[in-house]
C-alpha cells in the first residue's frame, strides 16, 4: 500500500472516528436534558409560597459555596419528623419523607441542572455577588408543584454570555472555563 493512500485512510478514519464521538456526545448530553424521574413528589410551591421557606433554608449553601446543593434528610427533618405534619394529616408524599427520614436513608434525588467540566459555574458569585434571582436560571422554580424534573432554562454558552454583556461583567474565557 503507498504512502499517499494509508495518509487518506487515516484522514478518513480520524475524521469518521471524530464524527462518531460528536454524535455520540450530542445524543449523551440529550439524555441529560431529558427529563429524569424524581423519588418525591415535592412542591415548590408549597415549600416556598405556602409555608413562606426561602431558597437558601434548604438549599443551604447556595450563598457561600459554588454549589447550591440538593436538601436531603437532615435539612427535611428540620420540619418533618415523626408525629410532624405528614403524621397528622396523614399526607402520603410527606410519609415519603418520613420513611426516608426514619430509616436514615438519603432520598435519591436526581440532578437535573449540570454545566459541563470544562465550566465553573458558582452559585456563590451569582446569587450573593451577582444578586441574580433563582427564577433567571431555574425558571419560576417557586410556582411549580411537581418535582423538578427537566431543565427550565437552557444554559447554554450564549445565554451567559448575553447576561454577562449586559451585566457589565467579562466574557472573558478563563472567567468561566477551566
Known amino acids: ?9 487515516t484522514i478518513i478514519l480520524t475524521f469518521t472516528l471524530t ?16 427529563s429524569v424521574k424524581q423519588p418525591i413528589d415535592f412542591n415548590h410551591k408549597k415549600h416556598i409560597q405556602e409555608v413562606g421557606l426561602e431558597c437558601p433554608i434548604c438549599h443551604t449553601l447556595v450563598q457561600t459555596y459554588y454549589r447550591a446543593t440538593i436538601p436531603n434528610i437532615e435539612i427535611c427533618s428540620m420540619c418533618h419528623d ?9 399526607n402520603p408524599k410527606t410519609q415519603k419523607v418520613l420513611d426516608f427520614i426514619k430509616k436514615g436513608q438519603t432520598i435519591p434525588w436526581q440532578q437535573v441542572y449540570q454545566v459541563p467540566d470544562h465550566v465553573y459555574f458558582s452559585h456563590q458569585r451569582h446569587v450573593v455577588m451577582g444578586k441574580i434571582e433563582c427564577a433567571t436560571c431555574h425558571g419560576k422554580i417557586d410556582q411549580t408543584t411537581s418535582p423538578i424534573t427537566k431543565v427550565a432554562v437552557k444554559h447554554t454558552m450564549d445565554n451567559c454570555m448575553n447576561c454577562h454583556k449586559k451585566s457589565g461583567v467579562s466574557n472573558d474565557c478563563v472567567a468561566c472555563h477551566k
Do not use: C, P, T, W
Open 1 to 9: 500500500m503507498n504512502k499517499k493512500y494509508r495518509g487518506f485512510i
Open 19 to 34: 464524527y462518531l464521538f460528536i454524535l455520540i456526545s450530542g445524543m449523551y448530553m440529550e439524555v441529560l436534558a431529558g
Open 82 to 90: 415523626e408525629g410532624g405534619d405528614g403524621q397528622k394529616a396523614g
